[in-house]
C-alpha cells in the first residue's frame, strides 16, 4: 500500500481519547488508535502529533476563573494525554518523543523545532503537547503551527464527524457535507473546522486540512493513503 503523504500532522482531539467515557481516557480506544498509527509509520509514513486536552479540561469550567490559568491548566491536560499515546506507542515497538511547549523536562522534551525534525526524519513519531504554551491560542491553532515548522504536507484533522458540514449533523438531519473547500469558503462561512486564526495559518503556509471521523481509526490510514472520504479544506 503506498502513501500519498509522506510527512503529517495528526490533530487528535482529547474527547476521541475518552471514547464512550466521554471524560478522562478510555485505553481501548487509545489502543486502536494506536495500532492505525503503528501501521502509518510501518508504511514509511513521518508522524507528528497534537492532541488536546478536552476529556480532562475545557476552558473556564470554574466561574470567574482567569482565562490565562483556565488555558494554562488545559495545557497540562494535553501533556496527560500526550504521555498516554507515548506509553500506548511504545508498547507496540513505536519509538516515540514527547515535546512540551512548556518546560517539564523530567517528563518530556522541550519543544525544539531542530529536534522535532531530527526525530521525524529518523521515522520517530513525536507527539506534541502544551498547545503553542501560549494562553488564547487553540490546539488547532498548535497543529497548524507546528505543521508548518515540521514541514508537514498535511493536516490530519479527526473530529467526532466524519467531515465538515453547513450545519451541526447532530441538530440537523438534511445537514450537508461537502467534500472540498477553500480556507477562504470556511472563513466566510463560519464553519467549524479549526478556528479562525488556525485556518488563516494553514491558508497562508498553503497546508491541507483533511477533516475525518475518528470513529473507525482506519480512517487515518484511508486518509494517509489518498482515499477520498471526510472533506479536504485547501486553496483551491
Known amino acids: 500500500m503506498d502513501i500519498k503523504y509522506k510527512r ?19 485505553f481501548e480506544t487509545v489502543g ?12 514509511g509514513a513521518e508522524i507528528a502529533i497534537v492532541v488536546g486536552g478536552g476529556n480532562f479540561w475545557r476552558g473556564r469550567v ?3 476563573m482567569d482565562r490565562t490559568r483556565a488555558d494554562h491548566m488545559g495545557m497540562l491536560a494535553t501533556t496527560i494525554n500526550a504521555l498516554a499515546l507515548q506509553s500506548t506507542l511504545e508498547n507496540l515497538g513505536v519509538p ?14 522541550p519543544y525544539i523545532r531542530g529536534k522535532a525534525v531530527s526525530h ?4 520517530r513519531v513525536v507527539v506534541f503537547g502544551c498547545g503553542t504554551g501560549n494562553p488564547f491560542f487553540s490546539t488547532d491553532t498548535a497543529a497548524a503551527l507546528r505543521a508548518a515548522e515540521v514541514n508537514a504536507e498535511a493536516i ?6 466524519d467531515g465538515v458540514y453547513d450545519s451541526d449533523p447532530e441538530k440537523n438531519p438534511d445537514a450537508k457535507m461537502f467534500d472540498k473547500l ?8 463560519g464553519l467549524g473546522v479549526m478556528d479562525s486564526t488556525a485556518t488563516s495559518l494553514c491558508m497562508d503556509n498553503d497546508i491541507p486540512i483533511l477533516v475525518f ?5 482506519e480512517n487515518i490510514k484511508r486518509v494517509l493513503c489518498g482515499e477520498k472520504i471526510g472533506t479536504v479544506v485547501s486553496s483551491n
Open 32 to 43: 486502536n488508535i494506536c495500532n492505525i498509527i503503528k501501521d502509518c509509520a510501518d508504511l
Open 156 to 161: 490530519l484533522l479527526a473530529k467526532k464527524v
Open 213 to 217: 471521523g475518528l470513529d473507525d481509526p
Open 182 to 189: 477553500t480556507y477562504i469558503d470556511v472563513l466566510n462561512k
Open 62 to 64: 470554574g466561574r470567574n
Open 120 to 123: 521525524l526524519n529518523k521515522g
Open 8 to 26: 503529517v500532522l495528526l490533530k487528535v482531539s482529547g474527547e476521541a481519547l475518552a471514547g464512550e467515557r466521554k471524560n478522562g481516557i478510555d
Open 96 to 109: 516515540t518523543r514527547v515535546q512540551t511547549a512548556i518546560e517539564m523536562r523530567q517528563i518530556a522534551e
